[in-house]
């Protein structure tokens, strides 16, 4: 194979001695060898070796050059005749790209709840759900609040895992939940719920709310109920002040262990698709923890809290780099759909003991 090998080279430092055709030249083959390997004849009886043969790739066509400047992922300078696919605008951002320019922290505010139990927000409470068979598996945590004797709401991805298509195993409701208090706060056990339909087969934003029975008169015990109340478009939200008020279990709110609540500007309405009601985003710091949480506002005669939406998520204005709007929440809308799948298109569930 040596000899071989300097044979080959000699051949092609000097292509006039023993000239052979370009197709014999192999750097470790005598052209003998070469035709033999490739004709088979070195072994009787087996027909010569056939190399596959490929196409040869098309030349690419050269394009034209495309006049059209192509899109900036960051530039947000597009103008309103271009809007966003499903989304409302707000009377005071009736351009939603303003809001991907700057930070959403001047749109809101937010504190700590001091001594809830003696305000009518001691009906808002922490969720500890059960999500596995271990009893004694880590808890995932949300919020809920009392609506009626023997009745709360929170969102329905709280009861029940889209991905999975599982209910959670089990739910505590401890109201007014303050873990620095020495006192113990009314707690109950959720027996049953009822879901829209709608939410076995889309987790949207519009279908994300359970209504919950539990095991002990809640609202009489705590004094304290906060009604629903149907809006009738998103307009409501442009005139009237939300307060968000749960339990975030984010490191800055000291991962749930206290009420707080969040006051934020409106700032659009974002549709499942089309025919689909506007559920409302609200400017807010609050996350993963404060699912389930009352949007409260204050009737103007009474002067009492009612509940217009609850915490579904955050709310997605682009998907892009960098999203500009986690810090907004999104609610279902509260309106006659929402209130009609409730009543009519729902699937009721029982927990076990």
């Given at each position: 194979m040596v000899d071989a090998y300097?044979?080959?080279r000699d051949l092609a430092q000097n292509p006039?001695?023993?000239?052979?055709?370009?197709?014999?030249?192999h750097p470790f083959l005598t052209p003998k060898g070469?035709?033999?390997?490739r004709d088979g004849s070195h072994i009787p009886g087996v027909a010569p070796i056939e190399f596959p043969t490929y196409p040869q790739p098309a030349a690419p066509r050269r394009q034209k050059a495309d006049p059209v400047a192509p899109v900036d992922p960051f530039d947000f300078s597009r103008g309103q005749d271009q809007p966003l696919l499903n989304i409302l605008p707000s009377a005071k951002f009736p351009n939603p790209d303003v809001l991907a320019q700057a930070p959403l922290s001047?749109?809101?505010?937010?504190?700590?709840?001091?001594?809830?139990?003696?305000?009518?927000?001691?009906a808002v409470g922490r969720l500890f759900i059960q999500l596995m068979d271990e009893r004694f598996a880590e808890l995932a945590s949300g919020s809920a609040w009392i609506s009626g004797p023997s009745t709360i709401v929170t969102c329905a991805h709280n009861v029940f895992e889209f991905a999975t298509q599982r209910w959670s195993k089990a739910l505590q409701f401890h109201a007014a939940y303050d873990y620095y208090d020495d006192q113990r706060p009314e707690f109950c056990r959720i027996t049953s719920c009822y879901i829209p339909r709608a939410y076995m087969g889309n987790p949207a934003t519009n279908h994300d709310i359970a209504i919950c029975t539990v095991d002990r008169p809640i609202g009489e015990i705590v004094g304290a109920q906060i009604a629903m109340r149907p809006v009738q478009n998103n307009d409501f939200f442009d005139t009237n002040?939300?307060?968000i008020v749960g339990f975030p279990a984010g490191s800055g709110f000291d991962f749930g262990k206290q009420m707080w609540q969040s006051r934020g500007d409106y700032l659009f309405g974002q549709s499942n698709g089309p025919g689909s009601d506007c559920a409302p985003a609200i400017a807010t710091n609050f996350g993963g923890g404060a699912s389930g949480c009352p949007w409260l506002v204050k009737e103007p005669f009474t002067g009492e809290y009612v509940a217009v939406g609850l915490t579904s998520g955050h709310a997605k204005l682009r998907y892009l780099r960098g999203e500009s709007n986690l810090m907004s929440l999104v609610s279902?809308?509260?309106?006659?759909?929402?209130?009609?799948?409730?009543?009519?298109?729902?699937?009721?569930?029982?927990?076990?003991?």
């Open positions: 300097f044979k080959a006039g001695r023993n000239q052979t055709s370009s197709d014999d030249e070469l035709r033999l390997q001047p749109y809101f505010d937010w504190r700590l709840v001091t001594n809830p139990m003696a305000s009518p927000l001691r002040p939300v307060a279902p809308f509260f309106g006659l759909r929402l209130m009609g799948m409730l009543e009519s298109d729902r699937v009721y569930h029982r927990f076990d003991s």
